[in-house]
């Protein structure tokens, strides 16, 4: 049976006891542009949620893909202010209501960006989103408990060989971390969580959640 969901004021502590014990690991991938993602944990009265975008089908990369806000860093912009810019846009949530607790380690993308995703808490939640039409199709949430149960998280192997030729090259060339690979294929392992049948998260935000829960909640990979 799984563990009480913590409240949102425990799993607030937790994320900033835990991103403060070590600075996030950066990555310079050359030819890939920064990005920036919000990973906002919102206090909700059933407990305490995180926020996900359905992207719409009709964008250039990612179509149809669940993911955080946020999105590619303007000229001499951060990636927390290019996560809080992007937020805003996409789903309407200001920059005022949002607490910046600090940020995971950099994950390279296939669609050539390197990502800093930026963890933050929400006190005050609007009670809906509203989506930017031409690029979310559905902002939503999901429990923090439900992605915390065991029995809602999967892996899966991805053979690298399938990525575009340079992006392939360029992300060999990252360290990943032992981990993720299979010593036995060199296949990467891939994150799921189906805390929602119908809004399973995967790939690069699967990845990214799983390195918050991992080390902010103490689940064993």
């Known amino acids: 049976m799984p563990a009480p969901a913590p409240s949102f004021e425990d799993a607030v502590a937790r994320v900033r006891t835990a991103l403060a014990a070590r600075p996030a690991r950066t990555l310079e991938v050359p030819g890939f542009r920064r990005a920036g993602v919000l990973v906002p944990i919102l206090d909700r009265s059933p407990g305490p949620t995180l926020l996900f975008t359905r992207r719409t089908d009709t964008l250039p990369h990612h179509k149809g893909e669940i993911s955080f806000p946020g999105g590619g860093c303007a000229t001499l912009e951060t990636a927390s202010a290019a996560a809080l810019r992007e937020a805003d846009e996409e789903v309407g ?120 829960l991992d080390r902010a909640f103490e689940r064993p990979r």
Do not use: C, K, M
């Not at 981990?179 to 799921?192: F, I, K, L, N, Q």
């Open 93 to 212: 949530l200001s920059p005022d209501s949002v607490e910046i607790l600090g940020a995971l380690d950099d994950v390279p993308s296939i669609a050539r960006y390197v990502v800093t995703p930026i963890v933050a808490a929400v006190t005050s939640p609007p009670s809906t989103f509203v989506p930017a039409t031409a690029e979310v199709s559905e902002p939503f949430e999901l429990p923090l408990g439900r992605l915390l149960d065991p029995a809602n998280r999967r892996a899966s192997l991805w053979d690298p060989a399938r990525l575009p030729p340079e992006a392939a090259a360029a992300l060999l060339a990252v360290q990943v971390p032992f981990e993720e690979v299979d010593a036995a294929t060199g296949h990467w392992r891939v994150w799921s969580f189906h805390a929602d049948p119908s809004r399973i998260v995967w790939g690069l935000t699967a990845r990214v959640l799983a390195d918050l």
